[in-house]
């Protein structure tokens, strides 16, 4: 049955639950689970057997933690849940909880286990079936099982855990010490995989062609009538939303693309030809270019720049959107992470919102989250499926505020030119290095300043480049890229060449923390 808020509804899939200890590993088994095309779901520690048998999932993981389960604040689970009778697997501190609840032995250790360690196989297992009798698997983990509970079997050993593994297929309960999920463990994705599809019984189907029928499905059973609106402002998740609420109803979308003047080069043209020409959307494209610069004027502050931006943007599209009619539901691309970040993974999935993005209050929107169950290398791969260019698809991260947190001081249309001229040179040199999708971003920053050099026979006094570019994970810290002298040498004789009214490049080599990705 198609989930309420045009999600691909997790109902059609078999599912499994990872049950969240407070480990930065849960997001990535629940990844690991999806990757073996199995719908997971994180779910909190406090969820009981039977809000768990409601949700019926196939099977269970308990992830690690960093908890100890002697710890005053040790985190427990309702033991109905091991009572099930669904299959479990814990791992790592999930592993110490099911010794620990079902009455083994879990010994406090002082020295950790950390990294890899050799592990012997010293049974028959379901889990370790047909993998080598030694393995490397990676260990991060201070307390460890001594002695199993009562009919689970010893599998797997390693010199510091003589648990490594266990399992008591009669109950359909497995743990393991080490992290099956990361990839220092060689054969760790086998290994969910023998949970997944022998354990659990589990059915491969959370393919990226299903979650775009179901999503599609899930959309037509939520729109009856009227008409849908979508801001499209070219990134990658916006771009994959609104092509699937378009497959699923058609005409009844209509996307807003507010074109603020402060895209990159040929951003604007990119967006019209991908979703008016090639996907034949309903798209309402506003050249604001005039409005934004003019609200902009004389301003140099970053805050006060980011909050003209802002309510300008909402005042745009708010204009737009009352033109159309019959407006009933809004588009957003919230991703899963948003989700769990946000601790709503519980919450209703279908919400009435009052004044989104600035609509006006009359407005009574339902919000359609098509991703809101996807992580964004799901949303990048359903985007490739769905016929999405690949420079959409694959692109960086680019601020809502565009161009104008790249430029120091004022933003005038000269010196968006000028920056925007800059950057696209540093984009193709990085795409010509074959960089572009190892880096999160690169691009150029037009500072306040001026210099003095030399062109021809001439005195120039000009604006400087700053070429940024950036390693990260999730934006939250970031390491200055090493890019190679030849690529930056390359930038910088072209910019400087390329691009009248710069006449210096230099390159940014600040990590964050202390600084910020962006400028502003
Ligand atoms: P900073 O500069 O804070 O940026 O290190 C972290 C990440 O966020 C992006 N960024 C924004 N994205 N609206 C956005 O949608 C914004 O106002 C905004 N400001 C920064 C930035 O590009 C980087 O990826």
Not at 177 to 192: A, I, K, Y
Not at 241 to 265: E, T
Not at 433 to 446: C, H, I
Request: glycine letters at 8%; aromatic letters at 6%.
């Amino acid at each position: 049955m198609p989930g309420p808020a045009g999600q691909a509804s997790s109902g059609d899939f078999d599912k499994v639950l990872v049950v969240d200890f407070g480990a930065q590993y849960a997001q990535l088994i629940a990844r690991r689970v999806r990757e073996a095309h199995v719908f997971s779901e994180i779910v909190s520690r406090s969820i009981t057997a039977e809000e768990i048998r409601q949700l019926a999932p196939v099977g269970i993981i308990l992830s690690g933690g960093p908890a100890s389960v002697y710890a005053d604040d040790a985190y427990d689970i309702d033991p109905g849940i091991l009572a099930l009778g669904i299959p479990t697997l814990g791992i790592c501190y999930g592993h110490q909880v099911i010794a620990h609840t079902l009455g083994g032995n879990v010994a406090q250790n002082d020295v950790a286990e950390y990294g890899r360690a050799e592990m012997t196989v010293v049974a028959p297992s379901i889990i370790l079936r047909g993998l080598p009798d030694e393995q490397v698997v990676w260990m991060s983990h201070s307390d460890a099982v001594t002695e199993p509970p009562a009919g689970f079997a010893v599998t797997a050993a390693t010199p510091d855990s003589p648990v490594a593994a266990m399992e008591d297929p009669s109950r359909g309960i497995y743990g393991v010490q080490f992290h099956p999920e990361v990839g220092h463990t060689d054969r760790g994705q086998e290994m969910l995989k023998h949970f997944l599809y022998e354990a659990c019984g589990a059915r491969p189907l959370w393919t990226h062609a299903s979650i775009i029928e179901q999503s599609i499905d899930a959309v037509r059973a939520t729109v009856d009538g009227g008409s849908v609106i979508c801001g499209l402002s070219g990134g990658v998740d916006s771009s994959v939303a609104a092509a699937l609420v378009h497959k699923a109803i058609g005409d009844q979308l209509v996307c807003v693309f507010v074109d603020h003047g402060l895209l990159r080069k040929d951003e604007a043209v990119q967006v019209e030809q991908t979703f008016r020409s090639s996907f034949h959307m309903n798209l309402i494209h506003v050249n604001a270019e005039d409005r934004f610069l003019t609200a902009l004027a004389g301003v140099a502050d970053p805050e006060e720049k980011r909050k003209i931006i802002g309510e300008t943007f909402i005042r745009v599209f708010e204009e737009v959107a009352t033109e159309v009619t019959d407006v009933r539901f809004l588009v957003q691309g919230t991703l899963y992470p948003d989700v769990i970040e946000s601790g709503t993974a519980d919450a209703a999935k279908i919400k009435s919102h009052h004044n989104v993005g600035g609509l006006p209050e009359d407005m009574e929107l339902s919000l359609i989250e098509p991703l809101r169950d996807l992580f964004k290398d799901e949303v990048r791969a359903v985007g490739e499926e769905l016929g999405i260019p690949e420079e959409i698809v694959w692109r960086q991260p680019f601020p809502g505020p565009g161009l104008a947190v790249r430029i120091i001081g004022e933003v005038t249309k000269e010196r968006l030119d000028i920056l925007r001229a800059a950057d696209a040179i540093v984009l193709e040199e990085v795409i010509r290095a074959g960089l572009y999708n190892e880096l999160w971003q690169s691009f150029a920053v037009l500072p306040a300043i001026r210099s003095v050099g030399v062109q021809g026979d001439g005195r120039t006094y000009a604006y400087p480049i700053v070429i940024r570019a950036v390693t990260s994970e999730d934006a939250m810290t970031a390491d200055w890229a090493r890019l190679p002298y030849e690529v930056l040498e390359r930038i910088s004789s072209r910019v400087i060449n390329e691009v009248e009214g710069i006449n210096r490049v230099a390159y940014d080599i600040s990590s964050k923390p202390p600084s910020t990705i962006e400028w502003e």
